[in-house]
T-cell receptor
Framework: AQSVTQLGSHVSVSEGALVLLRCNYSSSVPPYLFWYVQYPNQGLQLLLKYTSAATLVKGINGFEAEFKKSETSFHLTKPSAHMSDAAEYFC?????????????FGSGTRLSIRP | DAGITQSPRHKVTETGTPVTLRCHQTENHRYMYWYRQDPGHGLRLIHYSYGVKDTDKGEVSDGYSVSRSKTEDFLLTLESATSSQTSVYFCATLGESTEAFFGQGTRLTVV
């Protein structure tokens, strides 16, 4: 069975500060890992994904995440926060190699940006 | 966008009535998913489909059923709606790539 744990339901940072959103996963097979962003009253948009290639993954809007197998982590970072980054962020895991692949999400982290 | 349309976008219904939500896709994606989103719980998988007439339960399937008679349509039915099923429902699809695409959501209120 797969699961995702996002540490911190709400993170607040100042504009220009480092953004760090934490995600730990559990998977019995090599996982695919994802970060999605959701702006108010919208659906989810893919930020980045890890599918067993490079462990450091770069995504849209200056975000990146590093896959660390030894720590079962896939934390999302951005060097300098912008006001437009305020949104809810979801980490997700799937066993994309199976014939009945499903995608499991974490409970989400709401990111607030202080002026 | 992956051409995912959810209908209706908003619905208010009474406790005990049946409700069907529709997800329609134009990308010929194999996998389709129904999630519900509630504060503090993120997105929880209700049911998913890995082909026509091939469906399976997710984490929170009690009180829900699904059907997929065509590749493009995935229906979610609440047999007898309860207040605990008030939520925002999202449909998603997955094709040959590893990226899931999401619809805009259906806000369901059960009164």
């Amino acid at each position: 069975a797969q699961s995702v744990t996002q540490l911190g339901s709400h993170v607040s940072v100042s504009e220009g500060a480092l953004v760090l959103l934490r995600c730990n996963y559990s998977s019995s097979v090599p996982p695919y890992l994802f970060w999605y962003v959701q702006y108010p009253n919208q659906g989810l948009q893919l930020l980045l994904k890890y599918t067993s290639a490079a462990t450091l993954v770069k995504g849209i809007n200056g975000f990146e995440a590093e896959f660390k197998k030894s720590e079962t982590s896939f934390h999302l970072t951005k060097p300098s926060a912008h006001m437009s980054d305020a949104a809810e962020y979801f980490c997700a895991v799937s066993d994309g190699r199976s014939s009945a692949s499903k995608i499991i999400f974490g409970s989400g982290t709401r990111l607030s940006i202080r002026p | 966008d992956a051409g995912i349309t959810q209908s209706p976008r908003h619905k208010v219904t009474e406790t005990g009535t049946p409700v069907t939500l529709r997800c329609h896709q134009t990308e010929n994606h194999r996998y389709m998913y129904w999630y519900r989103q509630d504060p503090g719980h993120g997105l929880r998988l209700i049911h998913y489909s890995y082909g026509v007439k091939d469906t399976d339960k997710g984490e929170v399937s009690d009180g829900y059923s699904v059907s997929r008679s065509k590749t493009e349509d995935f229906l979610l039915t609440l047999e007898s709606a309860t207040s605990s099923q008030t939520s925002v429902y999202f449909c998603a699809t997955l094709g040959e790539s590893t990226e899931a695409f999401f619809g805009q959501g259906t806000r369901l209120t059960v009164v």
